[in-house]
């Protein structure tokens, strides 16, 4: 562990969990968050990796992209190193204090359900409108003319993907490495949701951004999937085992080998279907579909999305807290 002991790390780790429930993403302007930081100098760098008008071959295409990937993550690494390496040589309070703080900003609860609550609100209050906006701002497809059913579709599905990008990965890697690592993953999955498309702009230039996405993702994925079916155990209202049922049945057709576990276990648990057609800037794509529509989908299934959230988080939370217990002990 750089820095801490195993046992520091698990309680800023769990430190971190609730300064993120409390705080969240705060809207402080004197404060840039982290994660916007990372996202402007991606798109500096990528200007300057491929200039517009320049014809470049996918092979070139394809190292410009390692090189991004690779000189990213390796900032952000290096740049949280430093800070936690010189607050705890001043202090080693001030150095927990920031590697708590850090390791917060790679987590998203608190935010991922605001945005959540910002399309189910509207919705209660018949306003389809400002639900399709609050919802063209978490998904990439079209949300001008979807309805209720597609609406929830598409915040259920973010909500269950971000399980694992915006709280059990950053996680997993700061009981690993504290803030530096847990911001190197955080940088990773920037990479991905700005240049790891699949489509002809990013299909090579972006190719080394996902595939390593799909790295760090691939233990934290089918953790989540596991703590999002002990969870519908757990819950009257969902059903543990049609959880697990639709993990081991539809996982699998998903596109990311990571994506399609979470979304499939959130799916089985409120017993509605995920997946189905999309329009990207007018283009129609059929995406995998997982669960059984036993119902038609409704905008109360965000709100249950947004409840499998924070009961993983309280599943992780307990676990950290048992553990450090057994520690002190």
């Avoid at 982290?34 to 990796?49: C, K, Y």
């Avoid at 014809?55 to 000189?71: D, F, P």
């Avoid at 390496?85 to 608190?110: C, D, E, M, Q, R």
């Avoid at 080998?257 to 648990?269: F, K, L, T, V």
Wanted: overall charge positive; glycine content about 10%.
């Amino acid at each position: 562990m750089l820095f801490f002991s195993w046992e520091e790390a698990l309680w800023m780790a769990l430190a971190a969990i609730v300064t993120d429930w409390i705080i969240g993403d705060p809207a402080w302007r004197w404060l840039t968050h982290p994660v916007v930081l990372i996202g402007r100098w991606i798109a500096w760098f990528e200007i300057r990796l491929r200039p517009q008008g320049l014809a470049l071959s996918a092979r070139s295409l394809r190292v410009r992209g390692i090189g991004l990937t690779a000189v990213t993550v390796g900032l952000s690494f290096a740049v949280i190193t430093a800070i936690v390496w010189l607050t705890s040589w001043i202090h080693p309070w001030l150095g927990y204090a920031a590697n708590v703080w850090f390791i917060s900003t790679t987590l998203a609860v608190k935010g991922l359900k605001q945005a959540a609550m910002a399309v189910y609100v509207p919705l209660q209050n018949g306003e389809l409108e400002e639900a399709r906006k609050y919802t063209g701002y978490i998904v990439g497809r079209d949300t001008t003319k979807l309805e209720e059913p597609e609406l929830t579709r598409a915040t259920v599905e973010t909500v269950a993907e971000n399980i694992v990008d915006a709280f059990v990965s950053p996680l997993c890697y700061a009981l690993l490495g504290g803030a530096p690592l847990a911001m190197l993953y955080r940088a990773t999955n920037t990479l991905d949701s700005m240049v790891g498309y699949k489509n002809e702009k990013y299909a090579d230039f972006g190719w080394a951004s996902a595939r390593w996405d799909d790295v760090l993702n691939y233990i934290p994925a089918r953790l989540a999937g596991l703590l999002l079916i002990l969870w519908a155990y757990a819950v009257p209202g969902l059903s543990g085992n049609r959880s697990a049922r639709s993990v081991l049945r539809f996982a699998k057709r998903h596109p990311s080998p990571n994506s399609g576990i979470p979304e499939s276990a959130a799916a089985g648990a409120l017993g509605i279907e995920l997946g189905g057609v999309n329009v990207y800037h007018g283009r129609v794509s059929e995406r995998a579909r997982m669960g059984w529509p036993l119902r038609e989908r409704q905008r109360d299934d965000i709100a249950g999305a947004v409840r499998m959230l924070y009961g993983v988080s309280y599943l992780i939370a307990g676990g950290l807290l048992v553990w450090g217990l057994l520690l002190v002990g």
